[in-house]
T-cell receptor
Framework: NAGVTQTPKFRILKIGQSMTLQCTQD?????MYWYRQDPGMGLKLIYY???????DKGEVPNGYNVSRSTTEDFPLRLELAAPSQTSVYFC??????????????FGPGTRLTVL | TQLLEQSPQFLSIQEGENLTVYCNSS?????LQWYRQEPGEGPVLLVT?????EVKKLKRLTFQFGDARKDSSLHITAAQPGDTGLYLC?????????????FGEGTQLTVNP
């Protein structure tokens, strides 16, 4: 299994441009997540999905959109890039190990710079 | 305001020393996890604790969940350069599903040879 894969690894955008960050997992996990990681700020949840066709906002959803048409794919869309969206973006997937515990598996990240 | 406070934020020690990293909150968690992240990679799960007072050991790493399930600690004995990385605690709030995690800001550990 490849686990969670993300593309691209690096990207530089100009202000106002749009792009889609791709995320695919081959573990048949129902749950998928998008986080952003800023220096010294840990991970902040942007959006998550509990299954195909179901998405919900996390802590910092403004400026982003997601879709989940299949179990495997969970793309993140930036419509009008802003410098505040410069960050490292991580996609993750998980499965439940009981009522209160999920094991999350992370992709390698996409480093995005908006100039 | 950060829901999970980690301390210290940075730690630089010599090989062979012991260290403890703390993760504190005023909220109660149904479970708490510790992850380690290396440069250019995503976090990797080290351990999950679910019971108040629970202690788990992973080789030289000892993890403890507070009795009230509001805090946790990670103790490393005889640190080695391979332990270098960003250590993140993450909790699942009792009010929400275990699928949603709240992350601390992380502790950047550097172990010098």
């Amino acid at each position: 299994n490849a686990g969670v894969t993300q593309t691209p690894k690096f990207r530089i955008l100009k202000i106002g441009q749009s792009m889609t960050l791709q995320c695919t997992q081959d573990m048949n996990h129902n749950y998928m997540y998008w986080y952003r990681q800023d220096p010294g700020m840990g991970l902040k949840l942007i959006y998550y999905s509990v299954g195909a066709g179901i998405t919900d906002k996390g802590e910092v959803p403004n400026g982003y959109n997601v879709s989940r048409s299949t179990t495997e794919d969970f793309p993140l869309r930036l419509e009008l890039a802003a410098p505040s969206q410069t960050s490292v973006y991580f996609c993750a997937s998980s499965y439940p190990r009981g009522e209160t515990v999920h094991t999350q598996y992370f992709g390698p990240g996409t480093r995005l710079t908006v100039l | 305001t950060q829901l999970l406070e980690q301390s210290p934020q940075f730690l630089s020690i010599q090989e062979g020393e012991n260290l403890t990293v703390y993760c504190n909150s005023s909220s109660v968690f149904s479970s708490l996890q510790w992850y380690r992240q290396e440069p250019g990679e995503g976090p990797v799960l080290l351990v999950t604790v679910v019971t108040g007072g629970e202690v788990k050991k992973l080789k030289r790493l000892t993890f403890q969940f507070g009795d009230a399930r509001k805090d946790s600690s990670l103790h490393i004995t005889a640190a080695q350069p391979g332990d270098t990385g960003l250590y993140l605690c993450a909790g699942a709030l009792r009010e929400t599903s275990g699928s949603r995690l709240t992350f601390g800001e992380g502790t950047q550990l550097t172990v010098n040879p």
